[in-house]
Every structure is written in C-alpha cells, then in structure tokens.
C-alpha cells in the first residue's frame, strides 16, 4: 500500500518529507478499508494463544486488552530507499510501518547509503482484561467493531483530507496525518552498544533500535492474577488458551493512551525470526542490553506482536453490552428489569430486599467527577450471622450481570503473598502488574468472610492501604521505589464482612436473611434461571444494568429535591458536626444510582427521602450490631 501511494505521487519520488508522510497515510487508509470489508465479513480472527501459534506472519487479526505498560517511543525507517544500482536505476521507497524489518522476497535490506526518514510509534503491553466475562466481551466485541468501523471511514477521510494538501505546508502549519508517529528527520542517536552491532551492516542489519539521546525505556513483566498469584510467568505468553500478554505498537493519534484503558486492536500480526535473532545476538554481548531485551524485546513465539491498523477505546464495555438489547436499556422498560435484576440480587443475600437496594447501587456505581472525587459508593455488607454462601452466591449473581468482576478472598495469607499494587522494576526497566490494577467498570468483590487473625507483613499491610485508597478516593498508587504515583481508579467496591471490616469507610449494611428459606446459593440459582427464562433473558438483564449506568452519569436533580438536600445536609452537619462532606457526597451518589435503577432522569425529593430512610435504619442497625 505505501509503494502504491508512493508511485502516485511524484513529489514523494524525489524525497519530499511531508510528501512521504502523505503516502504514509494514504497506505493507512488503505488497510483501514480493508480492514473494514473484513470485520463486516467477519473474516478477521481474535487473537489467542492457540491462534497466535498457527496464524501466518501478516495475518489481520482482532485483540482485546487492558493496557498494562507503556514502553518510550520506538523510532523506525518509516521511509528508505537503496541507492542507485544497475539493477535498480530507479530505487524505490519502502517503508518499515506494520513490521519490525524489511520482509524478504518483498523490499531490500537497509543498505549502508540508503536514503532514509525516521518516524515514531509507541509500543505498549497489553493482557487480557482482568475479570472480564466472556458474554461481556462477546456482546460488547460488535459494539467494538461498528466503532472500529467508522473510526476506519474517518481516518480515510481524514488521510484523504491531508493528501490533497501535499506539499506547501509549511512547518507550523496542522499536520493532522503525521501526529505523533510521522516524526520525520529527527535528530536520532542509535544506542552506543548496539551502534556497533547493528550500524548498517547490510548483511544483518534488518533491526534497527533507535533511542532519543538520553530516553530510557519502560516495559512490561509478570500479569498478577486477582488472588495474588502468578497469572502466568512473561515467557509464557502463548502457553495457555488465553494470552499472557500482547506489545501492540500504535501509530498516529492512537499513541495517545492511558494505563489501564482496555482497547480493542485490529492489526497485523508480525512474526520476525531474523529480526528476533538479531536481537539475541546483541544482547548475548552486553548484560545490560540482555535484561532490557528479556522484558522488551521477548521472543516473538511467546509474545506475540501486533502493529495496530486501528484502535478503539472500549470504556467500561457497558455501551456494547446496552446496544446488544437496545430496549431493555430504555427508561420504559427499567420497572419490569428491575424486579427481575433485585429478585436474583435479594435471592443471594438471603431474602434481605434493604441489601438489596445497597448491593445494587454499588454494582451501578461509577465516577463521574474529580478533585473531589464524585460518584463512586463503596458498600460493605456484613453477614454476621447469616448463613455460608452469600459471597459465592452474590459473586454467581454479579458475574451474569456485569462485565467484569474480580473477586479478591481477602485474608492475612493473601494479603501477604504478593504486593497488589504495579510496582517498577528498575532491574528490567519495567513495570510489575499487581492485582488491583484494574479495567474501569471492574467489580472489586472483597471476600473478608474467611479473615482470621494473623500478622500482617510490610506487604500485606501496604496491599491493605491500597485497598483501603480506592475506597476512599479512587485511586491507587504505583509504587516507583523512591515514590509513589496515584493513578486514578473507577472500580465498583463490595465489601462482604462477618462483622467488622478491615475496610473502612464504606456504606455499611446489615444483611438480615429470612429463616427457613433456601441456602444462598441455591437460592440465587433458581432465581437466575427464571431471570434466564423471562422475556430477553440475560442480555435484557444486562442491558437494563447497562442502560441504568448511563442514566446515573447524566442524572439531574430537580430544583425541589435541591433544595431538601441543602436542608438535610445543614440538620446532618448540626447533628453530627463531625460530618464529612464525603459522607454527604456517597448520600447524593448512592440516592441518584437508586433513581437511575428505577428507570429515573432527574432526581426527586421522593426518591431522596427513600434514600435517606433506607441508609438511617441500615446505619442504626449496624451501630448496634457493631
């Protein structure tokens, strides 16, 4: 694609900077059309560990993943050309974009001579989504695609714009092709101990690795698993059905992304034996090359590569998962879900309906807002007394009706086995997954029925306080050694306790179950199955919850119940001086999640004084329990 754009275009023949950049985006829209025939036709498979072994190098290919790490700017040929030849009177430009080297058979090696352009991708790591249930990943997988799809039809029209603009821009001028990847003529010096290896050497040169003077680089080690342990070492990236990890390389404005985003990636999958072993070579001469390679340059067999044609940013999945049953999602079909939803949610808590408003507004729970930090509702559900089974039931319930749920059994053994919190290894130049680090619109399901008492250990009590961090402001802290770095968190909390939490800061609430029911799980079983049967089933289920989400987002207040918040707020602060404004702002969030399950655009002072009622008896309940 990127030869047929540069033979359509003369200026390019001769060399011209921005004129390459143009083809460079042209061939871009190419593959973006391509791509999008392909994903209607559903002939572009999802990448995994058993694909990823038998797919051909060049294969189009689908991937959907949590952003762990991001490596510093990788600087590639983005545009060569071999001097004249008897061969070759009229050499032609190649480009090195969508590869790690010049593919034999198809383009030359880089010659000593060659004219050349340096441009910038950014590598990232990607894992699986942490917690995510396959139905979620299936029904949001064609929201995925219709975006991927239009966004494809921009970018065409986008690279088109910027094609007839071709030469005469001058250097200050918009360049909305070129971005951040075209980064053309940029003053490059190649690393000093690969310089000698690797210094256009035409018999093996077919790997280049720039840096920037100076830049360091950052990569990517062990995913953790939510119970702490090892999710899979990093040299096991194909060695189970699901991936380990991915490094997806982004072009263009796709380099703009943040740590724990989940996108969904179509691109092509570049398998480079040559390239992998030139590598290895140059690392098998210098040790610190070596543990650098080991995290950011694995071998392609066992983490696969993937250069992004284009990306999608996928948010907390409910927008798929609302368009997979669009009606269910609308205010007019929420007072029917509703019941179904509360009757699976009350069947697990034991027939306790007042759990059941609190558990679902914490499952709806989003933020909206920072600095204060706003919308988010931890609840903390104390069992004490209630029959075995709840955590398991509810975690049954919780994982048919929203996407992603990571269930963390909370005791001094888990709590020491391993630090939860990403942390930088500056040993391999990377940064270690922890257990916490989490997708937004992840339940965080704390299991502290099994806690029994113990020593905490230097690593179980920082895992505490991170717990405790996302609770009270959303946010965890990557621990650099020498700092620690909060990076915002939009992670629903549910706290199941048989008494006192370790977690504070919580709604509590009493769990109440009714004597001589069914045992939580079998309860909450038979109530999924109806739940199944009814009209819709699931996917209206989880539309509704979806559609609820959404509402809460855009929930207004109208200018009545504006007016009786003012008020109970002033009588709270008078009655209990001590009174945090955070307190008042988890009322507002928690009456507004409650309004917006009801099927509610705007909330009203009847809905607030529901509220407000249901919270005082819950809270009176649990002061004389605790």
């Known amino acids: 694609a990127f030869a047929a754009a540069v033979a359509a275009d003369q200026a390019a023949v001769a060399g011209d900077a921005q004129a390459l950049r143009n083809c460079g985006a042209e061939a871009r829209r190419a593959l973006a059309e391509a791509a999008q025939v392909a994903l209607a036709a559903g002939a572009v498979p999802l990448l995994t560990a058993d694909s990823a072994a038998t797919l051909p190098n060049g294969t189009l290919v689908r991937f959907r993943g949590l952003c762990q790490d991001l490596f510093n700017p990788e600087y590639y040929m983005g545009a060569y050309r071999n001097g004249t030849t008897a061969q070759e009177p009229s050499p032609a430009w190649h480009s090195l974009a969508l590869m790690e080297g010049p593919v034999a058979g198809i383009m030359p090696t880089v010659a000593d001579e060659a004219e050349h352009h340096i441009w910038e991708r950014r590598p990232f790591v990607a894992v699986p989504v942490p917690g995510e249930g396959v139905w979620a990943a299936l029904q949001d997988a064609g929201a995925a695609q219709a975006a991927l799809c239009a966004q494809q039809t921009q970018a065409g029209g986008a690279a088109a714009a910027a094609g007839s603009a071709k030469r005469g821009r001058d250097d200050g001028g918009d360049d909305t092709v070129a971005s951040m990847e075209e980064v053309d003529d940029i003053e490059v010096q190649p690393d000093a101990a690969e310089a000698a290896k690797r210094s256009r050497d035409a018999a093996t040169a077919v790997f280049y690795k720039y840096r920037v003077a100076g830049a360091g680089a950052s990569g990517s080690a062990t995913p953790v698993s939510i119970s702490g342990r090892a999710g899979g070492s990093a040299a096991a990236g194909v060695g189970a059905t699901t991936l380990s990890r991915v490094i997806i390389k982004a072009y263009g404005g796709e380099n703009e992304l943040r740590l724990n985003e989940v996108v969904e990636v179509v691109g092509v999958l570049v398998r480079t034996p040559e390239v992998q072993a030139v590598a290895a070579a140059a690392a098998a001469e210098d040790a610190f090359v070596a543990g650098e390679d ?32 669009p009606a269910a999602a609308e205010v007019n079909a929420a007072a029917e879900l509703r019941l179904r939803v509360a009757a699976a949610l009350t069947a697990a808590l034991g027939g306790d309906t007042a759990a059941t408003e609190f558990a679902l507004a914490a499952l709806l729970a989003r933020v909206h807002s920072r600095d204060p930090t706003i919308g988010h509702y931890a609840v903390n559900l104390d069992v004490k007394g209630a029959p075995a089974g709840i955590p398991a039931a509810l975690r049954m319930v919780a994982e048919a009706l929203v996407p992603r749920v990571a269930p963390v059994p909370l005791t001094v053994e888990t709590l020491n086995a391993a630090p939860a919190v990403p942390r930088k290894d500056y040993a391999a130049d990377c940064m270690v997954g922890g257990a916490l680090q989490l997708a937004e619109g992840t339940l965080l399901l704390v299991d502290e029925t099994r806690l029994a008492s113990g020593k905490l250990s230097a690593v179980g009590v920082a895992n505490l306080e991170a717990l405790k961090a996302i609770v009270e402001e959303q946010a965890l802290e990557y621990d650099f050694e020498y700092y620690k770095m909060p990076v915002g968190t939009d992670v629903q909390v549910l706290v199941i306790s048989d008494g006192r939490s370790l977690i504070p800061n919580a709604t509590v609430c009493p769990v109440r179950t009714q004597h001589g029911g069914a045992l939580p799980e079998q309860a909450a079983a038979q109530a999924m199955a109806v739940l199944a049967a009814a009209p819709g089933g699931l996917d209206a289920a989880r539309s509704y919850m979806a559609g609820a989400v959404a509402r809460a987002r855009s929930m207004s207040i109208g200018e009545a119940a504006a007016a009786r918040i003012e008020a109970d707020f002033v009588t709270a602060r008078q009655e209990q001086p001590k009174l945090s404004m955070e307190t008042m702002h988890g009322w507002l969030s928690a009456a507004k999640l409650l309004a917006a399950s009801h099927g509610e655009v705007q909330l009203s002072v009847e809905r607030w004084a529901a509220f407000r009622a249901l919270d005082q008896r819950a809270q009176s309940a649990s002061g004389r329990r605790n």
Request: with cysteine.
């Open 294 to 325: 080991a995290v950011h340059n694995p071998p392609h067999s066992r983490v696969p590569r993937l250069h992004a044609v284009v990306m999608h940013r996928v948010g907390d999945g409910t927008a798929g998962i609302a368009a997979a049953c």
